[in-house]
């Protein structure tokens, strides 16, 4: 008889026998993809089963999805387990089920998939204006970035013992001024539009929340960080996720984000190489854990700086 979860993970063990038996729900496993988050069939369906610390994460995404129209066209849904039940709790988490989507993860490589993504976002910003959910609150861009570069000043011994001290300044001074240029739009005012106005944002659009299905259409999925704000935001991280992909075609990149209203805005947030220290605090910290070298990481850095600098110099030379 095939195993209907993993043998041997007594977490594991103890959800599925919780769910089969003692819930009686039709949910079979399949594979662990991270942490408490599974590939399951639920009565023979493709499901994903995530669970959840904080409650309010998914239940904000059932309320908002309970007043989304076009979800069906363009996200992951979250699926009840019993009519009007789409969490259950146990073993210290909130459990949800997402539709499961078959294909492939976009890669941004590709000139058509980024072509694809962008246009489900503007689709995903265009159909959700307007959904009056409270949304949980986040801090603007610019506080997320100033964060990140606090922890990338705290990494500079390894610059030096690596005798990339002037790297380390050279990126430690463009992010610093990019950022204050940044920093220095009309937040409040844009911010306080976007909550009038109810605009929403996915939040983490990396390539891997990006399913390209077997009809070749895409769809949105891991709605984690969603809430409301500037769709800006999420314009500015998807271009910087393209960047490494286009920086050698420097003129390239604008053409991807024609509907974009605020450019000027949009051009002083993609100038920002926040991405750049996100990989880079990434590995940083998989090296603490031993899972890499600080060499490998400042490799990979380096190339990533090198390739980005030209690409700033073009574009505010453009600007």
């Known amino acids: 008889m095939k195993a209907e979860y993993k043998k041997g993970d007594s ?5 599925f026998h919780w769910i089969q038996k003692e819930e009686n729900l039709p949910v079979i496993y399949e594979r662990t993809i ?13 499901m994903i089963l995530k669970g959840y610390r904080r409650l309010h994460v998914i239940q904000q995404q059932i309320d908002f999805f309970e007043h989304w129209n076009y979800a069906s066209r363009t996200a992951a849904r979250p ?7 789409f969490t259950l709790g146990k073993l210290g988490c909130d459990w949800a089920l997402f539709e499961r989507m078959e294909g492939r993860h976009a890669d941004f490589d590709r000139h058509q998939d980024r072509k694809k ?10 159909t959700t204006k307007g959904i009056a959910v409270l949304s949980i609150p986040k801090d603007p ?11 990338f000043l705290e990494t ?19 992010v610093q001024r990019r950022l204050e240029a940044f920093a220095d739009c009309p937040w409040g005012e844009i911010e306080e539009r976007a909550w009038d106005s109810h605009e929403w944002l996915h939040g983490d659009v990396a390539h891997h929340n990006f399913i390209v299905t077997r009809d070749q259409s895409i769809r949105m ?20 996720r393209f960047l490494p992909h286009v920086e050698s075609e420097r003129s390239t990149l604008v053409q991807y984000f024609p509907h974009v209203k605020e450019r000027d805005i949009w051009w002083k947030g993609v100038l920002v190489p926040s991405d750049l220290l996100r990989e880079w605090l990434y590995g940083y910290r998989s090296c603490l854990r031993e899972e890499s070298s600080f060499t490998r990481q400042m490799r990979k850095l380096e190339k990533a700086w090198e390739s980005r600098k030209k690409f700033v110099r073009y574009a505010e030379h453009m600007l």
């Open 11 to 15: 977490y594991t063990d103890r959800l």
């Open 34 to 46: 991270k942490p408490k988050v599974y590939k399951v069939s639920f009565a023979g369906r493709p």
């Open 156 to 174: 500079k011994d390894v610059f030096t013992d690596l005798g990339r001290r002037q790297m380390f300044q050279d990126i430690s001074s463009l």
């Open 117 to 126: 993504a962008v246009r489900i976002l503007h689709q995903f910003h265009r």
């Open 79 to 85: 699926v009840p387990f019993r009519p009007g039940t």
């Open 221 to 240: 999925i891991d709605f984690d960080l969603l809430h409301t704000g500037p769709r800006v935001y999420d314009h500015i991280q998807l271009a910087q």
């Open 141 to 151: 861009l610019y506080v997320k970035w100033e964060r990140r570069l606090e922890q």
